[in-house]
């Protein structure tokens, strides 16, 4: 349990690190509201909402390539995933471990290698 709070408290501070270098002048609730309404955001919490994580990640990358998705899109799928109990993560064949590698292979996509 204690591996999995310092993990999860490690995920944050990724979260905030990349908005703050992302959003120099701060990642207002405006541009937030703006990119969990987007049609791509939509479309992954409700996959998130049907457990079905791994698709999600998927459809986060493959919204990259088409150029559907910015690096805020990535950051709030994740922030998101946050927010699931650990115990539903499992049950769809995910995990906190695999919400971090997401989160740096996402911004490495971004030139930001953490």
């Not at 690096?71 to 064949?93: P, Q």
């Not at 695999?98 to 971004?110: C, N, P, Q, S, V």
């Amino acid at each position: 349990m204690i591996k999995n709070d310092f993990l999860m408290q490690q995920i944050k501070e990724l979260i905030q690190f990349l908005l703050g270098l992302a959003y120099p002048m701060g990642f207002s609730d405006e541009k937030k509201t703006e990119t969990q309404s987007s049609a791509i955001s939509q479309k992954l919490y409700a996959l998130a909402l049907e457990g079905e994580y791994g698709e999600a990640e998927d459809a986060l990358f493959d919204a990259f390539d088409e150029g559907e998705a910015d690096l805020a899109t990535g950051i709030l799928f994740y922030e998101s995933l946050l927010r699931v109990d650990e115990k539903e993560l499992r049950k769809g064949d995910f995990s906190l471990k695999e919400i971090e590698t997401g989160l740096r292979d996402y911004a490495k996509l971004f030139h930001v290698d953490l």
